[in-house]
């Protein structure tokens, strides 16, 4: 539970001081690693709202499906199966669209209906000085789509996965068929707010991220595949201190540091950011502060200097999702999301989703049980009945970019698509998106 820092010391703990806007380490530069998840909120967004954007980088040959699944009630004493173990089902869970390999419950990013503009939840891998190689449990993935099954905000979603990591641990195989394990990190906002949650086997902590907040770092946050929580936090796990001092992590000395208590190989000095992929992209926020919109956000997850688009090697950017949240000024709040379902966001169409709609409508028993998805396209839905098996739109692109002409042909008709889908007068859905695309790329080959 996230409780207030007076109610239960231990579990929510007193943030440090605001720390100054950090800057990349002065280290020398190491590889870029996958993957990336932002947030904008106030003062940097063009229109007030919050944008979220996030690459899924994933071994190169896994597919990525886009699908939703509609919200329910649950009997009591009912079950929910994730990836690996069984847990107890909520009495309700709520619509949710996600992107997601297509081997595993859970999912790398995704979005619900939730009525405070919805929320909206990515992962990172994580490498930490907990055991990652312990018995199965549930995966990050899992936990993405756990959070926002059940969670009706941001700081409620966090609330959901902490308690679950706390009962439920977190392990497993993260690969389909072979032994790649890691701890999670996660950026989970709505229409209002963000948060950071950061984990080290059963251990977490938060960061609430809101404009107030966010006014020294000009309105952005990311996170990359490196602890960033460092002294300032919210909440935390009950006895993280403790626990800490006890496994020689800290001396209990000065300020608590997680990220250089729980980082498998140190953290960089204290307000400087990991060189690499996560200093490139606060660079890259900061940059278009003031600007950023959903375009501007495609526009980052299509940045390949700075290796936030992943396009070659055994790892790729998979799957990308752009969201756009803004609190209502009198009226309901709106969202509305982007879906790539393809790899490279340099050569894939953003498609746009919305709750509710016909895009979302579809069969399926509701939630976390249903054994078929409320597809959000049914060209974007893999057949489960085979291992890591393509879906169409996937088919249809691999068949195109991979070709000798590389959809050049069809580029501009495209682009076209996507800026269609930008347009906030537009009616065209997810569904209907897919359907053109797919279009486009047979007159391509």
């Given at each position: 539970?996230?409780?207030?820092?007076?109610?239960?010391?231990?579990?929510?703990?007193?943030?440090?001081?605001?720390?100054?806007?950090p800057?990349?380490?002065?280290?020398s530069?190491?590889p870029p690693?996958?993957?990336?998840?932002?947030?904008?909120?106030?003062?940097?967004?063009?229109?007030?709202?919050?944008?979220?954007?996030?690459?899924?980088?994933?071994?190169?040959?896994?597919?990525?499906?886009?699908?939703?699944?509609?919200g329910?009630?649950?009997?009591?004493?009912?079950?929910?199966r994730?990836t690996?173990?069984?847990i107890?089902?909520?009495?309700?869970?709520l619509?949710?669209?996600?992107?997601?390999?297509?081997?595993?419950w859970?999912?790398?990013?995704?979005?619900n209906?939730?009525?405070?503009?919805?929320?909206?939840?990515?992962?990172?891998?994580?490498?930490?000085?907990?055991?990652s190689?312990?018995?199965?449990?549930?995966?990050?993935?899992?936990?993405?789509?756990?959070?926002?099954?059940r969670?009706?905000?941001?700081?409620?979603?966090?609330?959901?996965?902490?308690?679950?990591?706390?009962?439920?641990?977190?392990?497993?195989?993260?690969?389909?068929?072979?032994?790649?394990?890691?701890?999670?990190?996660?950026?989970?906002?709505?229409?209002?707010?963000?948060?950071?949650?950061?984990?080290?086997?059963?251990?977490?902590?938060?960061?609430?991220?809101c404009?107030?907040?966010?006014?020294?770092?000009?309105?952005?946050?990311?996170?990359?595949?490196?602890?960033?929580?460092?002294?300032?936090?919210?909440?935390?796990?009950?006895g993280?201190?403790?626990?800490?001092?006890?496994?020689?992590?800290?001396?209990?000395r000065?300020?608590f540091?997680?990220?250089?208590?729980?980082?498998?190989?140190?953290?960089?000095?204290?307000?400087?950011?990991?060189?690499?992929?996560?200093?490139?992209?606060?660079?890259?926020?900061?940059a278009?502060?003031?600007?950023?919109?959903?375009?501007?956000?495609?526009?980052?997850l299509?940045?390949?200097?700075?290796?936030?688009?992943?396009?070659?090697?055994?790892?790729?950017?998979?799957?990308?999702?752009?969201?756009?949240?803004?609190?209502?000024?009198?009226?309901?709040?709106?969202?509305?999301?982007?879906?790539?379902?393809?790899?490279?966001?340099?050569?894939?169409?953003?498609?746009?989703?919305?709750?509710?709609?016909?895009?979302?409508?579809?069969?399926?028993?509701?939630?976390?049980?249903?054994?078929?998805?409320?597809?959000?396209?049914?060209?974007?839905?893999?057949?489960?009945?085979?291992?890591?098996?393509?879906?169409?739109?996937?088919?249809?692109?691999?068949?195109?970019?991979?070709?000798?002409?590389?959809?050049?042909?069809?580029?501009?008709?495209?682009?076209?698509?996507?800026?269609?889908?930008?347009?906030?007068?537009?009616?065209?859905?997810?569904?209907?998106?897919?359907?053109?695309e797919?279009?486009?790329?047979?007159?391509?080959?």
């Amino acid at each position: 539970m996230l409780l207030s820092p007076a109610s239960t010391p231990g579990r929510a703990c007193a943030p440090g001081p605001a720390a100054p806007p950090p800057r990349p380490s002065p280290s020398s530069p190491s590889p870029p690693r996958s993957c990336d998840t932002f947030v904008v909120l106030l003062p940097a967004t063009a229109d007030g709202s919050v944008v979220f954007g996030k690459n899924s980088d994933r071994e190169r040959e896994e597919v990525q499906e886009v699908v939703a699944y509609a919200g329910g009630e649950h009997p009591a004493g009912s079950v929910v199966r994730c990836t690996y173990i069984a847990i107890p089902q909520a009495p309700r869970t709520l619509a949710v669209v996600l992107s997601k390999p297509s081997w595993m419950w859970g999912a790398e990013m995704g979005a619900n209906e939730a009525s405070r503009a919805g929320v909206v939840c990515g992962n990172e891998a994580v490498w930490t000085v907990e055991d990652s190689d312990g018995p199965a449990a549930l995966l990050g993935m899992d936990l993405v789509r756990l959070g926002l099954e059940r969670g009706g905000s941001a700081a409620a979603a966090v609330e959901v996965m902490t308690g679950l990591l706390e009962e439920h641990g977190q392990g497993g195989a993260c690969e389909e068929g072979g032994g790649w394990t890691y701890h999670n990190s996660f950026l989970v906002a709505d229409a209002y707010e963000a948060w950071v949650l950061e984990t080290a086997g059963r251990w977490w902590a938060a960061q609430r991220c809101c404009c107030a907040v966010f006014c020294s770092h000009a309105g952005v946050r990311n996170i990359s595949n490196c602890l960033s929580i460092r002294t300032a936090f919210d909440r935390c796990s009950r006895g993280l201190q403790e626990h800490a001092r006890r496994s020689a992590r800290w001396d209990g000395r000065g300020q608590f540091d997680f990220a250089a208590a729980f980082s498998d190989g140190g953290a960089p000095p204290l307000g400087t950011l990991s060189p690499g992929r996560e200093a490139e992209g606060h660079r890259l926020l900061q940059a278009a502060a003031g600007q950023l919109c959903p375009a501007a956000m495609m526009r980052i997850l299509r940045d390949e200097g700075s290796g936030i688009c992943m396009c070659d090697g055994g790892f790729r950017s998979n799957g990308s999702q752009v969201r756009a949240g803004r609190a209502g000024a009198g009226g309901p709040p709106a969202a509305q999301h982007w879906f790539t379902a393809t790899p490279d966001p340099r050569r894939g169409v953003f498609k746009p989703f919305a709750f509710p709609g016909s895009n979302s409508s579809g069969s399926g028993d509701g939630g976390s049980n249903g054994t078929l998805p409320v597809q959000a396209s049914p060209y974007t839905a893999a057949q489960p009945a085979r291992r890591n098996p393509p879906h169409a739109l996937w088919k249809a692109w691999r068949s195109v970019h991979e070709s000798r002409g590389g959809g050049k042909p069809a580029a501009a008709a495209l682009r076209d698509l996507e800026a269609r889908g930008l347009d906030p007068g537009s009616s065209l859905t997810f569904a209907a998106a897919v359907e053109e695309e797919m279009r486009l790329y047979g007159s391509a080959v």
